[in-house]
């Protein structure tokens, strides 16, 4: 079984351009979660989606958007970037939804917006 | 507004010795706990978890501790060994939400020196 992988690894843009990082859950995982790590933080939640339904969001704005797939892969899109989008963008997958489930996380995506 | 804090950005313990490892949580709808453990260029593994109905749970050298009433939890690592150097997140959750919205500490960072 392989594990929760993360594409680009890193990346960088300029302010006000858009950009999608994607997630390849565990086979058979339902519900995936996407988290923002600034520097000298922990992870943040922006969002969890369950059977390709957004299920429920952190305090993040509009311009951060998600899909998820049938074939357990996800995106997370964020339009108009902003300097202190600058972060670590993990993803993290579980069996089920609800807090009982096992995250199992990803290496993450390190964007810097300049 | 932090809702979990870790106090310490760093710990050093001599390996052999114990590790305490603290965490503060302000809100007092959490009643579900986790301890994640990161590596650098890895994503966070899961480590151990307490629920409130619990004040300790084992796991081999692993002990959470969480003391409801002063809202604080611990994580006790005995013994220490080098391969447990890494950044420890304490994490939070409510068990009454439906999806995993998991808030997390900032980190503490534990060099175990051989």
């Known amino acids: 079984e392989t594990g929760v992988t993360q594409s680009p690894t890193h990346l960088i843009k300029t302010r006000g351009q858009q950009v999608t990082l994607r997630c390849s859950s565990q086979?058979?995982?339902?519900?995936v979660s996407w988290y923002q790590q600034a520097l000298g933080q922990g992870p943040q939640f922006i969002f969890q989606?369950?059977?390709?339904?957004?299920?429920g969001r952190g305090n993040f704005p509009p311009r951060f958007s998600g899909l998820q797939f049938p074939n357990y892969s996800s995106e997370l899109n964020v339009n108009a970037l902003e300097l202190d989008d600058s972060a670590l963008y993990l993803c993290a997958s579980s069996l089920d939804q609800g807090t009982y489930n096992e995250q199992f996380f990803g290496p993450g995506t390190r964007l810097t917006v300049l | 507004d932090q809702q979990v804090k870790q106090n310490s950005p760093s710990l050093s313990v001599q390996e052999g010795r114990i590790s305490i490892l603290n965490c503060d949580y302000t809100n007092s709808m959490f009643d579900y706990f986790l301890w994640y453990k990161k590596y650098p260029a890895e994503g966070p593994t899961f480590l151990i978890s307490?629920?409130?109905?619990?004040d300790k749970n084992e796991d081999g050298r692993f002990t959470v501790f969480l003391n409801k009433s002063a809202k604080h939890l611990s994580l006790h690592i005995v013994p220490s060994q080098p391969g447990d150097s890494a950044v420890y997140f304490c994490a939070a959750s409510s068990m009454k939400t439906s999806y995993d919205k998991v808030i997390f500490g900032p980190g503490t960072s534990l060099s175990v020196i051989p």
């Open positions: 086979s058979g995982h339902n519900t």
């Open positions: 307490i629920s409130s109905i619990k």
């Open positions: 989606y369950y059977r390709e339904e957004e299920n």
